[in-house]
């Protein structure tokens, strides 16, 4: 059967060309134009979000002095803190400073004896059994020089008694802690509560 677009009539050839373009326009519909309008839409996107990264770097550039300055101020008292919580523990240290201020109150120790420490979450606690003899007095302003030193001592759990052979200079002999404390360079963690670390029972 010879089948030839002139032998068909006029609007029929029109019918079959509207068909053909129709065809022709979805096919680039789908294969063409809906793919490039998605990569088109999704590098908009991914430009949207370069953008909003970029924004916020600058907003953290314009922050990097004051960021700087707020490190230089922590790392000062970073520093003004050793001085009162020293990162290790010295025994002949502190008591050169107890046995300093003693000379300087006129109080003789007689005992010094460091105890266990005591670990805490930032810090340690170190406390120091101390036998003091001497005068009420200079008992008193040597707990008043003490409580003065750049390093935080404690006096707790005192107990003075009459010397057994009074002086004039040694009427009394004095019992207590001096509690000072360690900064620790790693913070402790806190202790597994229930239902962490492990199964329960």
């Given at each position: ?35 490039t309008s998605a990569d088109i839409a999704s590098g908009q996107v991914d430009l949207a979000k ?15 002095p004051e960021f700087r300055a707020q490190v230089a101020e922590l790392e000062t008292e970073l ?123």
């Amino acid at each position: 059967m010879d089948l030839k677009l002139t032998k068909i009539p006029w609007y029929a050839q029109v019918g079959i060309v509207v068909a053909l373009a129709a065809v022709g326009s979805g096919l680039f519909y789908y294969y063409v134009d809906m793919p490039t309008s998605a990569d088109i839409a999704s590098g908009q996107v991914d430009l949207a979000k370069l953008k909003a990264e970029n924004a916020k770097g600058r907003a953290t550039e314009a922050k990097l002095p004051e960021f700087r300055a707020q490190v230089a101020e922590l790392e000062t008292e970073l520093a003004s803190l050793k001085t009162i919580l020293p990162d290790e523990k010295d025994a002949a240290e502190l008591l050169r400073g107890l046995q300093d201020v003693a000379v300087r109150s006129n109080l003789t120790i007689k005992s010094f004896k460091p105890a266990p420490t005591v670990t805490k979450e930032l810090h340690k606690e170190w406390p120091i059994n101390l036998e003091l003899e001497g005068t009420y007095h200079n008992l008193a302003l040597y707990f008043d020089r003490v409580g003065k030193q750049p390093r935080i001592i404690n006096i707790s759990s005192l107990d003075v008694k009459n010397h057994s052979m009074p002086e004039p200079n040694v009427t009394i002999t004095a019992v207590c802690t001096a509690t000072t404390f360690v900064l620790l360079d790693k913070p402790t963690p806190p202790p597994a509560g229930p239902g962490r670390g492990g199964r329960g029972a």
